[in-house]
């Protein structure tokens, strides 16, 4: 017994100093490990920097009063891309505009090249025009109809309203809810000038203008090219409708 003892105690001993260094070196192993790849936080920081810095451009060269929000999508915490030797880079994948749904291109163009494709959504939110109560189809909207409230446009890919007078006066095309923005595929709004009207036919070229009179071949709303017939000369012309019984064509 008392032979065996310290055999027992020396073993133990060495068994548990094996077990340290072990330890030791997985530790190690891991550390080492862990300093040889980009971690997840860096990749994701940098598709931030990124889209913040897109989106507050593209607000100031649009003059767009709005705000906006930036959410990255989760990427796998196992993700092992190779440590980079240069700043990561980054690039919109499939969109000039950095607004709505997004595919952000992270890449290393480091010793060690690598690429990924890191999910994202930008988020813009605008005053835009909404109802201001339920409103029903065939409805001629009135201003008192409408007001402005801040919505996100990001997912209004049919476009939106900035003004009342923009969509004032249309016919709404569908029924409504309140606060339900009002999209251009909404609403009609009623040409401004229509078949047979008599109208004023102006052309201006720097500071010589010249008036005439005319007959509208087609309705048209404000902005429109219409077809019009000028009374004098019988010719016919393609017009842009600028106010009610008002046209304009290039001289």
């Known amino acids: 017994m008392s032979i065996k003892a310290p055999m027992a105690y020396s073993g133990y001993l060495r068994s548990g100093l094996l077990a340290l260094i072990q330890g030791s070196l997985i530790s190690f192993g891991g550390q080492a490990m862990a300093a040889g ?55 919109l994948e499939n969109n000039d505009t950095p607004v709505g749904r997004l595919t952000v291109r992270v ?78 595929n909404q609403i009609r709004i009623p040409p401004m000038i229509r078949r047979g009207d008599q109208v004023v036919i102006s052309a201006t070229s720097g500071t010589i203008s010249v008036r005439m009179p005319g007959e509208a071949l087609g309705d048209g709303s404000l902005g429109q090219q219409i077809r019009v017939r000028n009374t004098r000369s019988q010719r016919v012309v393609h017009a842009r409708v600028t106010a009610p019984g008002q046209v304009e064509v290039p001289m």
């Open 37 to 91: 790849y980009t971690s997840v936080d860096d990749i994701i920081g940098t598709t931030e920097s990124f889209l913040e810095q897109q989106a507050r451009e593209y607000l100031a060269t649009s003059k767009i009063p709005g705000r906006h929000q930036v959410r990255v999508g989760r990427l796998d915490p196992r993700l092992r891309m190779h440590s980079c030797s240069e700043p990561l880079q980054a690039s």
């Open 107 to 184: 890449r290393c163009t480091g010793t060690t090249p690598w690429s990924i494709f890191v999910p994202a959504q930008v988020s813009l939110h605008l005053d835009i025009v909404v109802t201001r109560h339920p409103v029903k189809r065939n409805s001629l909207l009135q201003t008192s109809d409408l007001m402005l409230a801040e919505r996100d446009i990001s997912q209004l890919n049919q476009g939106y309203f900035l003004e009342l007078e923009q969509a004032a006066g249309a016919m709404a095309t569908r029924a409504m809810s309140a606060g339900q923005p009002v999209l251009p």
